[in-house]
C-alpha cells in the first residue's frame, strides 16, 4: 500500500565525528507542510516502544495539520516500515 500519510523515516546515525551534511529534502517538506511535527531521533529497537509511536501516528492520521517524522537506525527499521505501509 501507499502507506500513512503525513509520516516519513529517514534513516540515520550519529557520531560527534560524524558530517551531519543537509537536512534530508523530506523533512524540510514536511517542517512547511504540517504546523505540528511529532520526532524521534535514536536507535530504532522494540526497547523503546516505538510501535506506540506508529499507534499515536494513526490516531492523527486525518489530521492535516501534524506529521511524524522518526531518524534513526536499528533492527526494527524494516518493520516499523511495514506497520506504516499496512495502516
Do not use: C, W
Not at 8 to 29: K, R, S
Not at 61 to 81: I, P, Q, S, T
Amino acid at each position: 500500500g501507499q502507506g500513512m500519510p503525513g509520516f516519513v523515516y529517514a534513516a540515520n546515525g550519529f557520531l560527534p565525528t560524524d558530517d551531519v551534511g543537509e537536512i534530508p529534502p523530506e523533512i524540510l517538506e514536511y517542517r512547511q507542510k504540517y504546523r505540528f511535527l511529532v520526532g524521534y531521533v535514536g536507535a530504532i529497537s522494540r526497547y523503546y516502544g516505538l510501535h506506540r509511536l506508529v499507534t499515536l501516528a494513526e490516531q492523527y492520521r486525518d489530521r492535516d495539520d501534524v506529521g511524524f517524522v522518526v531518524v534513526g537506525a536499528g533492527h526494527l527499521v524494516d518493520e516499523m516500515k511495514a506497520q506504516i505501509r499496512h495502516s
